[in-house]
């Protein structure tokens, strides 16, 4: 049980603008919102920047653009590098309570300390056991130095704190390293910045990734030293490559980053789904789930202990083929879902991107007829080509040829359509009802009439329903094209 009520619940979400907003992350902040949103609690993004030397324009901007990409918002904002003020003062806080030392060899240089359990760097016993006078007299003098938390040491005190994934946690003081929390330019570290804005900004719950998991007890020893209650910490497992390696955009490169899923027509909210299922389960299994539904269903006790596996491929045959075959599936399923306006919306800027500028009534026409044969929204480009271009580009004349049929035949189909075709309504039934009974009339059957005109309209067989097409398509572009393709026919014939 939380001591803090629903109306105190703070989570927050903390990324350092040292790259591009990494899918570990963004599972990160929407485990976080997720969480806020089923408690009725606020979510607050905290751009963690004060390291000055990795920090860059094109990475803040980057992590931006993938959560507003994400469409969830956060409650308050803020960034790290306008709270110096505070963090020195915390720091300043827990060293005249002599729970912190000046360490003036920062560098560890000189004697040190190797006791910990792997036999680690933990202490420099000449700067922890410095006089107050003589630390305030080297500092007056204006020498350089680092502020260490002074770890208890040597009376076998024990750090705990409770992880709502992992159980109680608890490791001995002896075998902590004297952590800087300032350093010797003044700067705060990462544990001391982190704590001592968790403190200001009341944060009650820190939901974060297992890799912090060690630094918890430092970040323990922090709070208490600050006199602030410990938040409820909840660490997530990581997310992995199928090798079971650490994902990073080095090694894996683009798949690891949020906008990649943006730019290859992934929904937002597919994504979400999709992570949300990396590391974190609902009770009954569920696996395809609308935003809501995922904000009922939320909870800390959902999530696994285990690290989850992005299974995508490195060297795949195409680039669709690089994506986990289930975040494809509910991609797909997330598509298929959406209401006609909402996805034509949701596919227009990608048939722009490519250069064609169709009227918003055309592409409404058309998305019905691909909605089913996509996963992705830059499909549209693939299965819905032939709507948008003026001419076809090329394809094998044998292609008109119907199932168990002949070149005569494929001619004789196409050259009766182009007969029939200039008195008939361009609307489904009569469409339908005219080329059926072509067919009847030439003595082939309707499946054989219909092929050569699909691939001749299309100019391929995998195509949407064939009178559905012709409609979108229109009456003088459908004959134009059925013309081409008995010129290609006789072409072909004379090979």
């Excluded at 300043?92 to 359990?117: C, M, N, W």
């Excluded at 056991?129 to 007056?140: G, I, K, P, Q, V």
């Excluded at 909870?299 to 060297?315: C, H, M, P, T, W």
């Excluded at 996509?374 to 001419?391: T, Y």
Aim: net charge neutral; with cysteine; aromatic share 8%.
């Amino acid at each position: 049980m939380s001591i803090y009520s629903n109306a105190m619940l703070r989570v927050r979400f903390a990324p350092s603008p040292t790259g591009f907003l990494h899918v570990g992350s963004a599972r990160t902040f929407i485990f976080n919102w997720l969480y806020a949103r089923r408690n009725g609690g606020t979510m607050i993004l905290r751009l963690d920047d004060t390291d000055v030397e990795r920090n860059t324009e094109a990475s803040e901007s980057s992590i931006f653009e993938g959560l507003r990409w994400l469409n969830l918002g956060w409650d308050e904002e803020y960034k790290q590098s306008e709270r110096l003020a505070l963090h020195r003062q915390i720091a300043e806080a827990i060293f005249q309570k002599d729970l912190a030392y000046r360490d003036f060899t920062p560098a560890h240089v000189g004697q040190t300390e190797k006791s910990g359990a792997n036999q680690t760097w933990l202490f420099n016993p000449g700067m922890r056991e410095l006089t107050r006078a003589e630390s305030d007299r080297r500092a007056s003098a204006g020498e350089t130095y680092a502020l260490r938390y002074r770890v208890p040491r040597g009376r076998g005190e024990v750090v705990r704190f409770a992880d709502a994934v992992y159980g109680d946690q608890s490791k001995l003081a002896d075998d902590i390293e004297d952590f800087a929390l300032l350093r010797s330019d003044g700067m705060p570290t990462y544990h001391l910045a982190s704590c001592a804005d968790d403190i200001d900004l009341r944060i009650s719950h820190i939901i974060r990734g297992q890799d912090h998991l060690s630094n918890t007890y430092k970040h323990a020893l922090i709070f208490s030293a600050a006199g602030s209650s410990v938040p409820r910490f909840a660490h997530l497992p990581l997310l992995v490559a199928p090798d079971g390696s650490k994902l990073s955009k080095r090694r894996h490169g683009p798949v690891v980053s949020v906008t990649t899923y943006r730019d290859a027509g992934f929904l937002a909210e597919a994504f979400i789904n999709f992570l949300c299922l990396l590391g974190w389960s609902p009770k009954d299994d569920r696996e395809n789930m609308t935003q809501q539904e995922l904000i009922d269903a939320f909870s800390l006790e959902g999530i696994n202990r285990s690290n989850a596996v992005i299974n995508f491929k490195e060297l795949a045959a195409s680039p669709d083929d690089t994506f986990d075959p289930k975040s494809l599936w509910l991609n797909a399923e997330h598509i298929r879902a959406l209401p006609v306006e909402e996805l034509s919306e949701r596919l227009s800027p990608f048939i722009r991107a490519a250069g064609f500028n169709p009227s918003p009534q055309k592409i409404n026409a058309i998305t019905p007829l691909i909605r089913e044969r996509i996963k992705l929204l830059r499909d549209v480009l693939s299965a819905a080509d032939f709507f948008f271009v003026a001419e076809l580009p090329p394809y094998d004349a044998a292609e008109l040829i119907p199932q168990k049929g002949d070149t005569a035949m494929a001619q004789k189909a196409l050259d009766r359509a182009r007969e029939v075709l200039p008195q008939v309504e361009f609307e489904h039934d009569p469409l339908d009802q005219a080329l059926r009974n072509a067919a009847n009339e030439i003595g082939v059957k309707a499946g054989q009439m219909f092929q050569p005109i699909r691939v001749a309209v299309c100019g391929r067989k995998n195509a949407p329903p064939l009178f559905e097409t012709l409609q979108v398509l229109g009456k003088q572009t459908t004959l134009a094209r059925i013309d081409q393709a008995i010129d290609k026919l006789r072409g072909y014939r004379h090979v």
